[in-house]
């Protein structure tokens, strides 16, 4: 029987850099950090310039790096002027190539230079523990890592590659997953990739949370607070499904089984919005798609799953799989007992132009039977993404798209509508997949 940490030995040349790329991503990185060290020597608040991110830690995949340049200012610097001279600087340094103001805690500049995305995020220049923004971590973040022995390093990318396939890899909200800060630290608490496995599948919640892992750099962060049940609970089944039958397509990309005959069941919301950032994209998707889904609920139709997907840019969908799509005509409603009375005349002269027929039950309490407003799914979907539901507490942005241009698809109409649409596609493929490590 295959072992383990044998695949995972085998799986050492999968993860590691060929030196042509690491020739490659070093020449880019001495360029842009020299260039971001002469836009920084312009504003006197400065305090120097760090490179960071994966690759400065020694923790990168291939064709999955990333640059982080933290710029340092003086801890008494204001916040306006911190946040101006940052983009101001990032703006410089990044002349020439796309660019795009990002946003964290604060905004930073993300640009793409020779295909390798490069972030150049201000940050203070303090003491550990003194704290003025949550980038200012980063750099005691990178002089910890670099620190770890090269056999430790290929164990974390070992780590990263396998939370990568098995889609897990990543804190950014559209993902919520493990950063890959966290599977540095897991290596370096639990000794290499193997043994993180192992702990992730014997994985019992602590101190009332999905996942809590302590900062190494300030013992007082969570770094799990960001990582969603979900991701947690594919990681756990994952690793026991690797323990249990381990092999080189875990350190590729694995999937559930594909259940492509529930395709037709999916119900889809498309609709357009304005273009908003990532992270506020997917924030609000996922708050519009809960408030969604309890409305619907609270009229008697129950949801099995639910999902958003988006093209990242001005099309979005929310997805849905109902357990069933059309009501009874009528239905009944408890009212207050007998013993209230004022409430029992409140109640039946609410109901009075509606109710079919009124009774009492063995609990003394009035009841009545009403036609029902929606009786199918189709038909309340698209009154609530038209906004004739009210507001129903969903993203303002997202609900203003949706009032303009929504349309409910299912069956057929919404495996045409995808056949072009490659986002929607991989959206209706994950919604009706089985999660890693079930059988």
Not at 49 to 64: E, N, Y
Not at 125 to 147: I, N
Not at 260 to 288: I, M, N
Not at 361 to 369: G, K, Q
Request: net charge positive; glycine share 8%; with cysteine.
């Amino acid at each position: 029987m295959t072992r383990p940490v044998s695949v995972a030995a085998k799986a050492e040349h999968i993860v590691t850099p060929s030196r042509t790329e690491m020739a490659t991503i070093g020449s880019i990185s001495r360029s842009i950090l020299a260039k971001t060290e002469r836009a920084a020597a312009k504003f006197p608040e400065t305090r120097g310039v760090l490179l960071g991110g994966s690759f400065a830690k020694g923790t990168w995949l291939p064709r999955h790096v990333d640059l982080d340049i933290f710029v340092k200012f003086d801890p008494g610097t204001s916040e306006e002027r911190f946040e101006r001279a940052g983009l101001e600087i990032g703006k410089i340094a990044t002349r020439g190539y796309p660019m795009g103001k990002m946003f964290a805690q604060h905004p930073y500049t993300e640009a793409s230079i020779e295909g390798v995305r490069v972030n150049i995020v201000p940050c203070f220049d303090v003491k550990k523990g003194d704290w003025k923004s949550a980038v200012d971590r980063s750099p005691f973040h990178v002089e910890l890592v670099e620190k770890l022995p090269e056999s430790q390093k290929t164990q974390v990318r070992l780590l990263k590659s396998f939370m990568n396939a098995v889609g897990v890899y990543g804190a950014e909200i559209q993902r919520r997953g493990f950063s890959g800060y966290v599977a540095e630290v897991l290596v370096m608490k639990l000794g290499g990739l193997v043994q993180v496995l192992q702990w992730f599948s014997g994985y019992t919640p602590q101190e009332g949370r999905p996942f809590s892992l302590p900062d190494p750099v300030d013992e007082g962060r969570d770094l799990g607070i960001a990582v969603s049940g979900e991701s947690l609970g594919k990681m756990v089944l994952a690793s026991r499904e690797f323990l249990r039958r381990p092999g080189l397509a875990f350190f590729h990309r694995m999937s559930g089984k594909a259940h492509p005959s529930l395709g037709e069941d999916v119900y889809a919301v498309l609709f357009t919005h304005k273009r908003l950032s990532e992270d506020t994209l997917w924030g609000e998707l996922r708050k519009t798609s809960k408030h969604v889904v309890r409305h619907l609920e609270v009229q008697g139709f129950r949801v099995a799953r639910s999902m958003a997907a988006s093209d990242n840019q001005t099309r979005s969908a929310i997805l849905l799989i109902p357990e069933f799509t059309e009501m009874p005509p009528t239905e009944q409603r408890a009212g207050p007992t007998v013993d209230r009375r004022k409430d029992v005349e409140a109640f039946l002269e609410s109901n009075a132009r509606n109710s079919r027929l009124v009774w009492v039950d063995d609990d003394a309490r009035v009841r009545l039977l009403v036609p029902r407003r929606c009786i199918k799914l189709a038909e309340l979907l698209t009154d609530v993404a038209r906004g004739r539901e009210g507001h129903i507490g969903a993203s303002k942005e997202l609900e203003a798209g949706m009032k303009k241009s929504a349309s409910v698809l299912t069956g057929k109409s919404l495996l045409r509508a995808a056949s072009s649409k490659r986002w929607l596609q991989d959206g209706i493929r994950e919604i009706t997949s089985d999660v890693i490590g079930t059988r």
